[in-house]
């Protein structure tokens, strides 16, 4: 079982390095938001500091979905998405091997953006990396758990690349707030005295939508 | 075909008088039982509606999840039937919970809307009303829009618990558990309890319509010719 959950990762990420299929356009799209709202920055700087948290992981939102939404869709362009649902495992565990792949594209995209952002609005990066670290680590997974499933319920309905990726937005809304607050409170430097309670609730998003996606992703992929 | 005798049609009458007395009973208790508020005056009767519409929106969420769980593991478009009528009830309640409160906030805040955790998580909810209808009407085959609704619905639900205890956890403008004076809480029980009644009857007929509308199409495919 663990031979092919490894396996279908280092096919996923071989495809990618290989293929170039969605990776690229997902950290050009974040760059080039981050470059307009860096445009439209010209705020002082504690005004800049209150913004710069909801930017950031609205950009790593909006930038990362363009890959997630494309984490069936090789497979299926392809002609072997049967193929794939007849390896011999569990449609949790490829929900898990798939979800950890976008987590991974997505932590490559917050790297991207994180020095970005912080370049563009003036602040000091290195006071801040090892919280800015915590707060991807906690933020990524719930955000990939729920775009790896509704990727996965567009494929089984048959409507790829369909409006469902907008449902995504809401349903993960309470992750990309926890973090622009937990990135709004490193920045003005109260990371340790508020942010607990910010990052618990990361952390309990990130455990409650990977276990719902691995239960319900079998009922998201059948057709 | 079910055939509906008299007496069938005789207790729902009889329960449709019942429950139109006590919608009559809330509306009459808001408005004048009720004593009025020292600082807000008559806005605060807002409270008799928005209270009850927003409990709904979050118990419509929830049988919206116990509905597509039984759909998933029965697979009887029964459940998808509840579902639906349960998602366009809770985005309606939904809806007015956030026109209610914004008129409530005019009032007492001085402005039409906050972005307090409270009226977020209740904005949040209402997108997820929005997305699994949205997403629903856009599929044909009915199986389909069922596993499709159930899944997001189950997740939906998953935002429930931050909805109910945003106040609680992140400070903001909106009240938690204000005191209030007896008659007044009593009122707002009675009216919570006629909104409950009267949205269970109305899940219940417009699950009835859509079934109704499901046999239509189906009798309509037969009789076409080929």
Known sequence: ?????????????????????????????????????????????????????GLLWLAVFFAGMTAVDRSFAAEHEDGCWQGMKLLPVGPGTLFLAKWLVNTIALLALSAVLIPLFFVLGEQPLWRHAGELAQIAVLACPGLAAVGTLVSALAIGSGRGGSPLVLVVLPLVIPVVLAAAECTRLAVQGEFTDSSGRWLQMLAAFAVIFTTAGTLLFEFAIED | MRRISVGTTCVALVWQLLLAGLLAGAVLCACWVAPTEATMGHAQRIVYLHVPVAWLGLLAMLVMAVCGASYLCTRRL??????????????LCTSLTLVTGSLWAHEAWGTWWEWDPRLTSAFVMWCIFCGVLLVRSGLDD?????????????????????????????????????????????????????????FGWVVHHRRQQIALEQLAMRLQLQTEPE
Not at chain 2, 78 to 91: K, R
Not at chain 2, 168 to 184: E, T
């Open chain 1, 1 to 53: 079982m663990l031979a092919q959950f490894w396996w279908i990762i280092q096919k996923d990420l071989m495809s990618e390095l290989r293929g170039r299929r969605s990776w690229p356009a997902m950290l050009v799209l974040g760059i080039v938001v981050a470059l307009v709202f860096g445009l439209q920055m010209d705020l002082l700087p504690q005004q800049r500091q209150q913004v710069l948290g």
């Open chain 2, 78 to 91: 029964l459940w998808d039937q509840w579902f639906q009528a349960a998602a366009e009830s809770g985005w």
């Open chain 2, 142 to 198: 009915p199986h389909r829009a069922a596993r499709a609704g159930a899944v997001l619905g189950i997740l939906g639900a998953l935002d429930v618990p931050l909805v109910v205890m945003a106040t609680r956890w992140f400070r903001g403008l909106h009240p938690v558990a204000p005191q209030m004076d007896p008659v007044m809480r009593w009122t707002l029980l009675f009216c919570g309890l006629a909104f409950t009644l009267f």
